[in-house]
């Protein structure tokens, strides 16, 4: 398994609708978790961290699964300015770095 | 509040120029700065990291090299410059190695 991995998507939902993420990870010891949102040819911005079971800010939800190493972040009400790419950010093997996934691509429509 | 600061912002170079990017953290001491590249259509490579004046730690042996001069200036050079050295340069500050970073708004570099 690889450290990190995303579905690079993209995701192409309208206005409204609810979307999920999921990201898988290979290091079992993780204990903080973190979601970035990146706009084309812009830095990335954290989103939400991620420390426990899981984490909620108004329509954005990340959720863990510890069992399964998996975190997911689920939209709801899609807004036009939601459409980005979210990148899936966990500790490496060592703890001595952060990786990032190469992030999903959210498009949303009216 | 803490701020970082990149510039230039975009830089076209020839092959085999030299390069020097300047990021600087404002608001917080002792920070931990990093620099990472972000290829077309790819994620984040962590280059080089550092944890204090001096300290440098490169993540990717390269014909890069970083310095930090200042506790809060953070420094990526090239002697001579690739095709693949092209990319999104940015600097992030944090105050753990694997806690949250705050990115800089970045330096697009295109070598031709």
């Known amino acids: 398994r690889k450290e990190v991995e995303q579905d690079p998507g993209p995701f192409n939902v309208p206005e409204g609708a609810t979307v999920a993420f999921n990201c898988t990870y290979s290091?079992?010891?993780?204990?903080?978790f973190f979601w970035y949102r990146q706009d084309c040819r812009k830095e990335p911005k954290l989103l939400m961290s991620?420390?426990?079971s899981g984490n909620e800010d108004g329509r954005f939800t990340a959720q863990l699964n510890r069992a399964s190493q998996y975190i997911s972040l689920l939209i709801r009400d899609s807004k036009l300015s939601d459409s980005a790419t979210y990148l899936c950010?966990?500790?490496?093997?060592?703890?001595?770095?952060?990786?990032f996934g190469k992030g999903t691509t959210l498009s949303v429509s009216s | 509040s803490q701020t970082i600061h990149q510039w230039p912002a975009t830089l076209v170079q020839p092959v085999g120029s030299p390069l020097s990017l300047e990021c600087t953290v404002e608001?917080?001491?002792?920070?931990?700065l990093y620099w990472y590249r972000q290829a077309a259509g790819r994620g984040l490579q962590l280059l080089f990291y550092?944890?204090?004046?001096?300290?440098i730690s490169s993540e990717v042996p390269q014909n890069l090299s970083a310095s930090r001069p200042q506790d809060r200036q953070f420094i990526l050079s090239s002697k001579k410059l690739l095709l693949s050295d092209s990319g999104f340069y940015l600097c992030?500050?944090?105050?753990?190695?694997?806690?949250?970073?705050?990115f800089g708004p970045g330096t697009r570099l295109t070598v031709l």
């Open positions: 608001g917080t001491s002792n920070p931990n």
């Open positions: 991620v420390y426990s």
């Open positions: 950010v966990v500790p490496n093997q060592a703890g001595t770095a952060l990786i």
């Open positions: 992030a500050w944090g105050t753990l190695r694997t806690d949250t970073q705050y």
């Open positions: 550092s944890v204090g004046i001096g300290q």
């Open positions: 290091n079992s010891a993780s204990q903080s």
